[in-house]
Nanobody, 124 residues
Framework: QVQLVESGGGLVQAGGSLRLSCAAS????????MGWFRQVPGKEREFVGA????????YYADSVRGRFTISRDNAKNTVYLEMNSLKREDTAVYYC?????????????????WGQGTQVTVSS
């Protein structure tokens, strides 16, 4: 069982930066691929980015590539989402997710554990 807790969300002006953290419990974190997703009211949850178990592979949605960076610290059981050059359309609840497979994935149903989410609001 893996429990995930996101933090770091908040209100930021367009063009600003935020770093989200996702702390994981359990002894399997270093073997889990991790993903970040986001959702706005009335819309489906969408893929943001993913990282494999070692951190050697990352992949991003086109909408955030070049602005967002995922990293992980397996010693701290934590994955990060660094968000730069934020836009209003980045406003959403951001979720981290873990899968029992160490290979990264982009589909929501490939992930087995989810956090509660953290709100990110970008103002103009």
């Amino acid at each position: 069982q893996v429990q995930l807790v996101e933090s770091g969300g908040g209100l930021v002006q367009a063009g600003g930066s935020l770093r989200l953290s996702c702390a994981a419990s359990g002894r399997t974190f270093s073997s889990n691929a991790m993903g970040w997703f986001r959702q706005v009211p009335g819309k489906e949850r969408e893929f943001v980015g993913a990282i494999n178990w070692s951190g050697g592979w990352t992949y991003y949605a086109d909408s955030v590539r070049g602005r967002f960076t995922i990293s992980r610290d397996n010693a701290k059981n934590t994955v990060y989402l660094e968000m730069n050059s934020l836009k209003r359309e980045d406003t959403a609840v951001y979720y981290c997710a873990a899968r029992t497979n160490g290979n990264g994935a982009v589909r929501e149903y490939d992930y087995h554990y989810w956090g509660q989410g953290t709100q990110v609001t970008v103002s103009s």
